[in-house]
Nanobody, 123 residues
């Protein structure tokens, strides 16, 4: 019933930019939505979160100042603007929704996930 579809991934050189989109359908936005990423051989980590309806945003220290999370309520779409990309940003990026927990950054607190979009950054 609930569907999240990511798009916008691709290959980019270090220092470049990408915009990821997450189209949501079949549900009502919860307290938090977030972007997570997972590289081969590594655990899934939170990248950015947003408090739906409140405009508050949150970022992992590794991306602070380079990434921007935003939401277009009219389109039911979540975005992640990624600037000054680094090779360490290479990963599969996932959109997550339906978090009623106390923090944005715990993957286990989210009820729904997209299929992911690959981001590859070359040096």
């Amino acid at each position: 019933q609930v569907q999240l579809v990511e798009s916008g991934g691709g290959s980019v050189q270090a220092g470049g930019s990408l915009i990821l989109s997450c189209a949501a359908s079949g549900y009502t936005y919860s307290s938090y939505m977030g972007w997570f990423r997972q590289a081969p051989g590594k655990e899934r980590e939170g990248v950015a979160g947003i408090l739906i309806g409140g405009g508050l945003t949150y970022y992992a220290d590794s991306v602070k100042g380079r990434f921007t999370i935003s939401q277009d309520n009219a389109k039911n779409t979540l975005y992640l603007q990624m600037d000054n990309l680094k090779p360490e940003d290479t990963a599969m990026y996932y959109c997550a929704a339906e978090n009623y927990g106390r923090t944005w950054s715990r993957a286990a607190d989210y009820g729904y996930w997209g299929q992911g979009t690959q981001v590859t950054v070359s040096s």
